[in-house]
């Protein structure tokens, strides 16, 4: 999951180290997604456990920072609405990994994932009664259209385990849509705070369904990795949108995309389709219109 709370830019601003921990980011959140795959795909990971234990361990790594900077209120005047959002990102999370250990290719799965904003958008407009443009409607569309040709549900390659990153992209986006809601009347830092404490529990309850597997040599090797570098790709983010201006490094975030699609080539033999970069290119190029009639409405 790569969401973070944004913070506001120095005054000062530096773009180029913004854009760099950005990219960064992209980098260490393509490594949390191979090695996910890994664990769950070549070493038989259970999905909810690889779910569970990659949280477990990023709370683990993240708390002695969050301690030594004092770990903020948990006050809220929505407790209710917190909790959903974390059981909306748990359940999100769950669907990722499941897609990933069904050898879902990455670049795939992170291009349906890219369908978010516009699932944000389309509930802003339902839900929270905000006005969306027509031209705004018109990028939603086009970047749906982008999703249904990556998804290429008629095809006789097509399954159904493809659509759990779907099912994550849409649990995360509302995910956005409630934090929008949040940041109304609590504090950014408690908000963050019921995410980060409460994300691992919430993963462990929905993994003891089905029992929790302890991994291996080989498996716990890959697991502990993905944990660590899911704190520092969350690190990363806070880092891009502290030194520059968010309308700035977010289209370095679509870095993440051929990344991804050269992580599955390099260690699965996976090649991407025609079909997919046709559907990226549509989501990318809806999602940067977005940006700009945003910046532009700034």
């Given amino acids: 999951m ?37 664990a769950t795909v070549n070493l038989h990971l259970p999905a909810s456990t690889a779910a569970f234990l990659q949280y477990a361990v990023a709370l683990v790594v993240i708390l002695p920072w969050a301690a030594r900077r004092g770990l903020p209120s948990l006050k ?8 959903l959002r974390v059981l909306l990102a748990a359940v999100g999370v ?11 290719p990455i670049g795939q799965a992170i291009a349906l994932v890219m369908t978010s904003p516009f699932i944000v958008t389309l509930g802003a407009g339902l839900f929270l009664g905000e006005k969306v443009s027509l031209e705004r409607w018109l990028a939603v569309l086009v970047g ?3 999703g249904l040709i990556i998804l ?32 109304a009347v609590d504090s950014p830092e ?54 520059a201006d968010a309308a700035y490094v977010q289209p370095f975030d679509h870095m993440k995309l051929p990344l991804n699609v050269l992580a ?7 090649v991407p389709s025609s079909q997919l970069w046709l559907g990226a290119a549509l989501i990318v190029g809806a999602s940067m219109f977005l940006l700009w009639r945003e910046t532009r409405r700034q």
């Fill in 144 to 146: 749906f259209a982008g």
């Fill in 190 to 243: 408690a908000v963050t705070a019921w995410l980060l404490l409460l994300l691992a529990p919430v993963n462990l309850v929905l993994a003891l369904p089905s029992g929790i597997v302890m991994p291996s040599g080989d498996a716990w090797i890959a697991i502990v990795a993905v944990g660590i570098m899911t704190a520092a790709a969350q690190g990363f983010l806070a880092l891009a949108y502290a030194k």
């Fill in 76 to 83: 809220s005047r929505r407790p209710g609405l917190q909790a």
């Fill in 264 to 270: 599955g080539w390099l260690v699965f033999g996976w």
């Fill in 94 to 104: 769950q669907f990722w990994v499941l897609g990933l250990s069904h050898a879902v």
């Fill in 2 to 38: 790569s969401q973070s709370t944004l913070t506001k830019p120095s005054a000062l601003g530096a773009p180029v180290a913004g854009a760099f921990w950005m990219i960064l980011a992209g980098v260490a959140f393509t490594g949390v997604n191979t090695l996910e795959q890994i």
């Fill in 152 to 183: 290429d549900p008629f095809s006789a390659e097509f399954t159904t385990s493809i659509l759990y990153p779907l099912a994550a992209s849409v649990l995360w986006a509302g995910v956005s849509l409630i934090q929008k809601k949040l940041l």
